[in-house]
């Protein structure tokens, strides 16, 4: 069997697990599936959504606080709701604060409850902030007195309180080893990333044999429909970051191209040579090929053939366009160009709309551009990068425009003329 086939496989065995154990499950299950499964939509449970037409300000009030959890979980759905299902849950929270903590217990005990109801005090202010009375800090209280459930879904705790409240608590992690514990985690950080940002990344390696884990252990069982639903969204997440990693988008590339200027605080140029007789490191950039060679180091680890340089495009009368660098791939054009007077500047933005209308008459090969502009000029005039960045930007053509100011260490244009 192939990996694809594998992966195949597995997928189907886990959406077989959640479409044949929601029907049996408590409505707090069902809304926690629904959610973190929200992207697949009909495909996993194509008939629980339909349950919310039957929970209404009436029955939720004797549904328990399944249905007050479940309705939870639909209000923070996208930040959209169906209308009523405010309603509805405000009537079902009113009528669990009536009840003492003890009452409460089995509550404050259940983590995917405590969830969905978190969820859905969270939301209540974004809907009618005329309702929001103190709700957030009387549900923080009572999760906080509970004791710890101990079991792999203990996370989802922590997550309802920093819904509420924000304190960092998710910054300590769970136990990673526990391969339910670990996927979970990768479910909820891709539902909720907003509250996961202090957390600890899972590792490249621990995803690795967590993905060999989900695709070779025996699948929950039916009936188990939560691990089942973590399972496959966990399973999506990991390949959809693998293959994201493999295919870099063209805004990947332009965080990556965004960092050179970091990636400079090493650049070579010494004044003397370690060995006899040889002459001093010395890496100099003093024209646009040189900035186009830093370049292609940078990029062809990544790209390998889809990066191609000094590319003709389609002559257009007597002009021969021939792109700096292409990402084949991304149909995207990296041009550059080298400032050595502050005027340079201003002469760059004629010569890119002129270019523009040249490369992108044939979209065939490439469609886009990213503009790189590096400052080799005596003195640094900063202040001119936002200024040009922002006539270009103006055009559709072009993703960014990013600076490269050069290194430190490498002496100014009239001084180096001197260095031996």
């Known amino acids: 069997m192939t990996g694809g086939e594998l992966l195949n496989a597995r997928r189907e065995t886990l959406l077989h697990g959640v479409r044949n ?144 409240d924000p304190k960092g608590l998710l910054k300590v992690s769970p136990d990673l080893q526990n391969p339910d514990e670990a996927a979970l985690e990768i479910a909820l950080s891709s539902v909720w990333p907003a509250a996961f940002q202090s957390a600890a990344w899972l590792a490249p390696e621990s995803q690795a044999t967590l993905l060999r884990y989900l695709l070779t252990e025996p699948a929950p069982q039916l009936g188990e429909l939560e691990r089942s639903a973590v399972w496959l969204k966990a399973l999506d997440v990991i390949v959809n970051r693998t293959c994201q990693a493999l295919v870099p988008t063209v805004s990947e590339t332009v965080r990556l191209l965004s960092r050179i200027q970091h990636s400079l605080k090493r650049w070579v140029w010494k004044e003397k040579s370690l060995r006899k007789s040889a002459l001093p490191s010395r890496w100099l950039i003093d024209n646009e090929y040189d900035v186009q060679a830093l370049l292609w180091a940078i990029l062809y680890p990544v790209y390998g053939p889809d990066l191609v340089d000094e590319r003709y495009l389609e002559a257009w009368g007597f002009k021969q366009p021939r792109v700096d660098l292409g990402i084949k791939r991304l ?90």
Request: aromatic content about 8%; hydrophobic content about 40%.
């Open 21 to 164: 154990s929601y029907q049996e499950a408590a409505d707090h299950s069902v809304g926690f599936c629904l959610r973190i499964l929200d992207e697949l939509g009909p495909e996993v449970l194509p008939a629980a959504e339909a349950a919310e037409q039957s929970v209404t300000s009436t029955t939720v009030q004797y549904a328990g606080y399944p249905a007050v959890a479940y309705l939870g979980f639909q209000l923070d759905k996208r930040g959209v709701a169906e209308e009523g299902t405010l309603q509805s849950f405000l009537a079902g929270l009113t009528r669990m604060r009536s009840r003492t903590a003890t009452q409460l217990e089995t509550v404050a005990a259940d983590d995917v409850a405590v969830l969905g109801i978190a969820c859905g005090i969270a939301k209540i202010g974004a809907y009618d902030p005329a309702a929001d009375d103190g709700a957030a800090a009387w549900f923080s209280d009572l999760v906080a007195k509970a004791p710890d459930s101990n079991l792999w879904t203990s996370r989802l705790r922590s997550l309802a309180v920093e819904l509420l």
């Open 331 to 420: 149909k995207l054009i990296i041009e550059v160009k080298f400032a050595r007077e502050p005027n340079d500047f201003k002469e760059f933005e004629e010569q890119v709309g002129g270019d523009l209308g040249i490369y992108f008459k044939n979209t065939e090969q490439f469609d886009r551009m990213v503009v790189i502009v590096y400052d080799d000029c005596d003195v640094a005039h900063t202040e001119r990068y936002e200024s040009l960045r922002n006539a270009l930007m103006q055009r559709d053509e072009i993703e960014e425009v990013i600076f490269i100011r050069r290194p430190s260490m490498i002496p100014g244009r009239n001084q180096r003329l001197a260095v031996p």
